[in-house]
């Protein structure tokens, strides 16, 4: 499987903005897909998860500004990111997991990822 990012930008604080992750070679719908994110100086974090069930997940950091749902005709996922904060500016990344639904935020079990795209959120 093969995922693309893209969507990323500058935006100012309290903007939104919407990210892609398109798969090629396999159906999103087969697998959990994830975003996370990663700073400058700072870990890859969780973001935002949707399971091959509809299930979502949110961390608590984006729970309640972001929401994450999956396009089956684009074999695609898209987090809509609202209320940005320049807190939230990182390269964002989309992986696929078929991993069990409660291990999903949790980097290392995803064996498909995507190139990465740069949000810049301005102040």
């Known amino acids: 499987v093969q995922l693309q990012a893209s969507g990323g930008g500058l935006v100012q604080a309290g903007g939104s903005l919407t990210l892609s992750c398109a798969a090629s070679?396999?159906?999103?719908?087969?697998?959990?897909m994830g975003w996370f994110r990663q700073a400058p100086g700072k870990d890859r974090e969780f973001v935002a998860a949707?399971?091959?069930?509809?299930?979502?997940k949110y961390s608590d950091t984006v729970k309640g500004r972001f929401v994450i749902s999956r396009d089956n005709a684009k074999n695609s996922v898209h987090p809509q990111m609202n209320s940005l904060k320049p807190g939230d500016t990182a390269v964002y990344y989309c992986g696929a997991t078929t991993m069990i639904w409660g291990r999903v935020t949790e980097e290392n079990g995803y064996t498909y990822w995507g190139q990465g795209t740069l949000v810049t959120v301005s102040s």
């Open positions: 070679g396999g159906s999103v719908r087969r697998y959990s």
């Open positions: 949707f399971g091959w069930s509809g299930n979502t």
